[in-house]
């Protein structure tokens, strides 16, 4: 089981630019209480950062790599922090990372696309009927022969399901499309594509517990977070 932000409805268009995420052509608009976290590389005078200043002041959540005497990779940074790691006298400055390079195993693996640019996408719901042809299929193969246990088979040119030639397909139920919060850090959507609706099991409510793995006894409990609605 997996727990990820529901970021695409039944009948969307969704894309991504630079890891932001649209819907319809317009900027998804989350809750207040969502913080989306990207990867930066921050430069400083050629100081280090200190662990406490990293975790009580910018809420650090993954691991601050430094890759030479003067940069670091924080892998997991709000815009919020970002903002505030800026105003930090030893950064010079702070950059957020978007990736470039094509990601052969973004869904749907057939395009030339990454964790941070991809789409558009249409996103399947129930009693909607799409074309279908060699270019489309890759979308919706695993909905046809795996989700909706349709008798799915291409040759050439030609697609037939339950035996028939088709050019089209109207789907048997509504599709769903997650992501995780922590955007270079998260296996979702991006990698498995469509959630269909009856794969989703629950609704998670609040945090029991919440770890951090750099801490040190009973500092690795995040007290703060323990017992917070999501």
């Known amino acids: 089981n997996y727990v990820k932000r529901c970021v695409g409805v039944p009948g969307d268009s969704l894309a991504i630019k630079d890891g932001i995420v649209y819907i319809d052509g317009k900027i998804l608009q989350l809750p207040e209480r969502a913080k989306p976290q990207f990867s930066y590389t921050v430069t400083t005078d050629g100081s280090t950062f200190d662990p406490t200043y990293l975790q009580s002041e910018l809420n650090i959540t993954d691991q601050v790599i430094q890759i030479a005497q003067e940069t670091f990779l924080f892998r997991a940074l709000t815009e919020e922090s970002a903002n505030r790691l800026k105003n930090n006298p030893i950064v010079k400055s702070v950059v957020r990372n978007i990736s470039k390079e094509i990601e052969p195993g973004i869904f749907p693996q057939t395009n030339k696309w990454n964790q941070d640019n991809m789409?558009?996408?249409?996103?399947?719901?129930?009693?909607?009927?799409?074309?279908?042809?060699l270019e489309t299929l890759a979308f919706y193969k695993r909905i046809i022969s795996v989700y909706e246990k349709k008798d799915l088979q291409v040759n050439g040119n030609e697609i037939r399901i339950n035996g028939k030639v088709a050019t089209s397909y109207t789907f048997d139920q509504d599709y769903y499309w997650m992501m995780g919060d922590n955007r270079h850090n998260s296996e979702d959507s991006r990698y498995w594509g469509y959630v269909p609706a009856d794969h989703i099991v629950g609704k998670p409510i609040f945090i029991w517990m919440s770890w951090d793995t750099h801490g040190k006894g009973l500092n690795k409990i995040r007290w703060d977070r323990v017992f917070t609605t999501v």
């Open 119 to 133: 789409g558009p996408i249409y996103i399947p719901q129930k009693g909607k009927t799409v074309a279908l042809n």
